[in-house]
């Protein structure tokens, strides 16, 4: 049966004698009330610095100021009519895709071995990996990385920053693949043996397909990571056809003169949301996972 | 057609029950050499090498760039005799408490707290706005900020009608200390709220049921399940703060270095002011405190027996 709405409430029985419930119902609201307001500051402060992202890349004639677009495409064009701009996206693109592939290629194969192999301290040699990754940042190393890649002919190209990149997030990813392949179950490759295939078809066959979430996750985290990485590329890449929209970026605000509004707005924007997207559709389809060194 | 799991008479004994797919130890070694050569070459050797340049006067340009000189631990003492050196010590100090340690930890708490029974799209609404502000490039965030806090047209002094007030020159620290509370908050975040789920919902009805206020909840049963969290959170965190170096991207560590960081104090030194050697050197008391904090973290989490 529908209770009537002007029933009264019934407080439930409590251990405790239970303050009036006038007192109750007046503590109730107050905290209702700090909790909105609170939670309304919470929401200002993480959206306030964001509207004008959404906001300035449709208005015909933006402003730093936040306000209601006059709307317009147009200033995408700008992108491409921009020298730099659409390179910069390709070399966003290179070094983030580059990435993965050697650590897509490398850490599988490791962190396969490491699964499936007792070599001798394995488990002392992946924790020290991951502390490692953690200690060496590319903050703390940039003197060392600069001058190594330097010294080795390997400034500004592509190869450097993404031979930097993976020795930076190869021992997170070897660590995270290597968690996904113990738990494929081993009978699978006994079978597959057992019917004579070599470790390389057991591997490309039978591996790879079973672990494909895992890998997909890794191609994912590690595209995400090279995306929005600054300081590597502005270290290592000069010229400016070379470099990644990260960099690009930061020059479009950074040279003299009046920044191109329009431009940079559009650009912003474009920029941010492959990795918004991959970011929310990795956390959607395989939950927030904590392996250590998420964001470097 | 295989079978997924043959029954155990079947198995023969052998000796490598665990490699199945006979890779054999040199395989083994071969597959995993590869990794290890990448990351011994650009993440270990660069962390060695430190030691070694520090100890050089290299140069970016002249002559201590063709033919560099051992001066020992003459950039070390130079270093720890330099009052900007240590000013740029105590504002990564303060700005890692604050931010990280303080500013994110709390924030990202008392969030996940707040909407921890909260669901459909108020939830939804702030996770993604705070997560949003995270994975945002961060010459993006740093544009919206400079945008945000601008002198002449900027979206908070109208908001505040403090026209033309320059917040980033006026308040360099305050301003990144906010600005990296704004970026990292998401970590912390996601890390309670999924830590706070596993709280079990038993402690908290007894909890409840004996009169316990909302504090004394916190204090006395969410407190005590969330230890190794809580851990694992301020111990990345301080990590991460520490070698963030995205504030130079907002303030160039300026003005007057009012607000350069050990990171930024590297940088400025080693590659626009060309001493490499210098750099190295600060370089390497950044690593060994990144060291210390990493062992730290290790030592507390094994002897507290949490998980990481």
């Known amino acids: 049966m529908t209770s009537a709405s002007n029933t009264p409430v019934i407080p439930r029985p409590e251990a405790v004698p239970p303050p009036s419930l006038g007192r109750k119902l007046v503590r109730h609201f107050l905290t209702r009330v700090l909790f909105v307001v609170a939670m309304g500051l919470v929401l200002v402060f993480f959206a306030l610095p964001m509207l004008w992202l959404v906001t300035a890349p449709f208005d015909g004639n933006p402003t730093l100021a936040v306000r209601w677009p006059d709307w317009t495409m147009s200033n995408f064009a700008t992108i491409a009519d921009n020298r730099y701009a659409v390179g910069a996206l390709r070399n966003s693109l290179i070094l983030g895709l580059g990435t993965m592939a050697v650590v897509l290629l490398l850490g599988s194969l490791a962190a396969y071995a490491l699964s499936r192999v007792r070599i001798p301290g394995r488990d002392g040699l992946l924790y020290a990996l991951l502390l490692l990754s953690s200690i060496v940042t590319g903050t703390a190393a940039m003197v060392p990385t600069f001058q190594l890649i330097t010294q080795i002919g390997l400034i500004n190209t592509h190869i450097g920053v993404v031979l930097v990149l993976s020795g930076g997030v190869l021992p997170t990813v070897i660590f995270i693949l290597k968690d996904f392949m113990d738990s494929i179950p081993k009978s699978y490759e006994e079978s597959a ?8 078809q057991i591997l490309r066959h039978v591996v790879a397909p079973t672990a494909r979430p895992g890998l997909a996750f890794v191609a994912v985290w590690t595209v995400v990571q090279v995306w929005g990485n600054f300081l ?63 964001k470097s | 057609m295989l079978s997924a799991d043959p029954p155990r008479g079947v198995r023969r004994p052998r000796k490598r029950t665990d490699d199945v797919a006979g890779l054999g130890h040199a395989r083994a070694g071969l597959f995993v050499a590869p990794a290890l050569a990448i990351v011994g070459l650009f993440l270990v050797f660069p962390a060695v090498w430190t030691l070694y340049l520090g100890m050089t006067n290299y140069r970016l340009t002249g002559l201590a760039a063709a033919e560099p000189e051992f001066v020992g631990i003459d950039n070390f003492t130079q270093a720890l005799g330099d009052d900007a050196f240590w000013s740029s010590l105590g504002l990564t100090l303060v700005f890692v408490l604050l931010s990280g340690v303080i500013g994110q930890t709390l924030l990202g708490f008392s969030v996940a707290w707040a909407l921890r029974h909260v669901t459909g799209w108020v939830k939804t609404l702030i996770e993604t706005l705070v997560l949003a502000a995270w994975v945002i490039p961060a010459s993006v965030a740093s544009f919206l900020w400079l945008a945000l806090l601008d002198r002449r047209n900027g979206t908070l002094n109208e908001l505040l009608g403090t026209d033309g007030m320059a917040w980033l020159i006026e308040y360099p620290m305050a301003s990144i200390i906010v600005f990296n509370i704004w970026v990292g908050t998401a970590f912390s975040m996601l890390l309670f709220s999924s830590a706070l789920a596993a709280v079990p919902p038993s402690q908290m009805e007894s909890a409840r049921m004996v009169g316990a206020t909302s504090w004394q909840q916190l204090r006395d049963v969410v407190v005590p399940n969330i230890k190794g969290h809580i851990l694992t959170n301020t111990l990345l965190i301080t990590l991460w703060t520490f070698n963030t170096f995205t ?51 290790l030592r507390v989490a094994r002897g507290t027996g949490t998980k990481s």
Do not use: C, D, K, W
């Open chain 1, 232 to 294: 590597v590329p502005f270290l290592l890449l000069r010229a400016p056809e070379m470099q990644p929209a990260a960099v690009l970026m930061y020059t479009f605000y950074t040279e003299g003169g009046q920044p191109n509004l329009r431009l940079l707005s559009a650009f912003s924007l474009v920029f941010s949301i492959p990795v918004i997207g991959m970011y929310f559709l990795v956390n959607r389809r395989y939950g927030f996972r904590f392996h250590g060194g998420i």
């Open chain 1, 193 to 200: 043996r057992l019917a004579g295939a070599s470790p390389f």
């Open chain 2, 247 to 297: 504030p130079y991207l907002l303030t160039a560590g300026g003005p007057r270095g009012e607000s350069e960081i050990l990171a930024v104090y590297i940088y400025r030194t080693a590659i626009p002011g060309g001493q490499l050697g210098m750099g190295a050197a600060i370089s390497l008391i950044m690593l060994v405190i990144n060291l210390v904090i990493a062992l730290g973290y």
